[in-house]
Antibody
Framework: QVQLKESGPGLVQPSQTLSLTCTVS????????VHWVRQPTGKGLEWMGV???????DYNSALKSRLSISRDTSKSQVFLKMNSLQTEDIATYYC????????????WGQGVMVTVSS | DIQMTQSPASLSASLGETVTIECLAS??????LAWYQQKPGKSPQLLIY???SLHTGVPSRFSGSGSGTQYSLKINSLQPEDFASYYC?????????FGGGTKLELK
C-alpha cells in the first residue's frame, strides 16, 4: 500500500529554517520521484521541487536560493529544508510521488500545516 | 517557465449538469497535462493524465481533452461528491506548474 506522510514542526519563527520529512512506504525512492508542493490556505498549488530516483534535484526557480531537498533511501525518507522563512511561506506542505518516467502525481501525503510566527 | 491559465476561477452548477473547465498553457505542452480534484481539508487527487487518460478508479463522467496549448476537463452529470476545486498541471521539461484552480460550487 503506497503511503506518504509529512512530518515536522507546525510553527517556525520568522527568518528561521523549515525542516520537513516525508516518510514513504509501499514503494522505493530509487523507483519513484518525490516532489514537494505547497498551498497557502484558500489558494492554489505551488510546485517546490523534486528529488529524482537517482538522487539529483530540481527546484522551482522562485525558491531555489532557499530550498534544499535530500533523502535517506535506507529510511525511505525525503527531507525538505527551506531557510529565511517569512509569513508568505505559511502554507500546507505536501509531498507527492511521480513515476519514472512520469510527471503526474499519483499519490500524495496528507499535508502538514506550517505557520510562521514569533 | 510555462504559465497555466485556468478558467473559470469559480463555477456554480446544479446536480446533473455538465460543466467544462479550461486550461491554457503559455506554450505547447504536448499533452503533458494532468487534472486533479481537491476537496476541503484534503490533498489533491489525480483524475486525468496525458490530457485525456483517466486515472484508475476515476468515474467515467470525468473526461479530458485538448492539444497544443488548450485543454479542458469535462464533468458530465454532476454528482454531490464532485463539488470541489480542480487544478490543471503541466510537467513539461521537469518544470511543474499548476493552474490557478477552479472552485466548483453547488448552485
Amino acid at each position: 500500500q503506497v503511503q506518504l506522510k509529512e512530518s515536522g514542526p507546525g510553527l517556525v519563527q520568522p527568518s528561521q529554517t523549515l525542516s520537513l520529512t516525508c516518510t514513504v512506504s509501499g514503494f522505493s525512492l530509487t523507483s519513484y520521484n518525490v516532489h514537494w508542493v505547497r498551498q497557502p490556505t484558500g489558494k492554489g498549488l505551488e510546485w517546490m521541487g523534486v528529488i529524482w530516483t537517482g538522487g539529483s534535484t530540481d527546484y522551482n526557480s522562485a525558491l531555489k536560493s532557499r530550498l534544499s531537498i535530500s533523502r535517506d533511501t535506507s529510511k525511505s525518507q525525503v527531507f525538505l529544508k527551506m531557510n529565511s522563512l517569512q509569513t508568505e511561506d505559511i502554507a500546507t506542505y505536501y509531498c507527492a510521488r511521480s513515476g519514472s518516467p512520469g510527471y503526474y502525481f499519483d499519490y500524495w501525503g496528507q499535508g502538514v500545516m506550517v505557520t510562521v510566527s514569533s | 517557465d510555462i504559465q497555466m491559465t485556468q478558467s473559470p476561477a469559480s463555477l456554480s452548477a446544479s446536480l446533473g449538469e455538465t460543466v467544462t473547465i479550461e486550461c491554457l498553457a503559455s506554450e505547447d505542452i504536448y499533452d503533458i497535462l494532468a487534472w486533479y480534484q481537491q476537496k476541503p481539508g484534503k490533498s489533491p487527487q489525480l483524475l486525468i493524465y496525458d490530457a485525456s487518460s483517466l486515472h484508475t478508479g476515476v468515474p467515467s463522467r470525468f473526461s479530458g481533452s485538448g492539444s497544443g496549448t488548450q485543454y479542458s476537463l469535462k464533468i458530465n452529470s454532476l454528482q454531490p461528491e464532485d463539488f470541489a476545486s480542480y487544478y490543471c498541471q503541466n510537467g513539461l521539461s521537469a518544470l511543474w506548474t499548476f493552474g490557478g484552480g477552479t472552485k466548483l460550487e453547488l448552485k
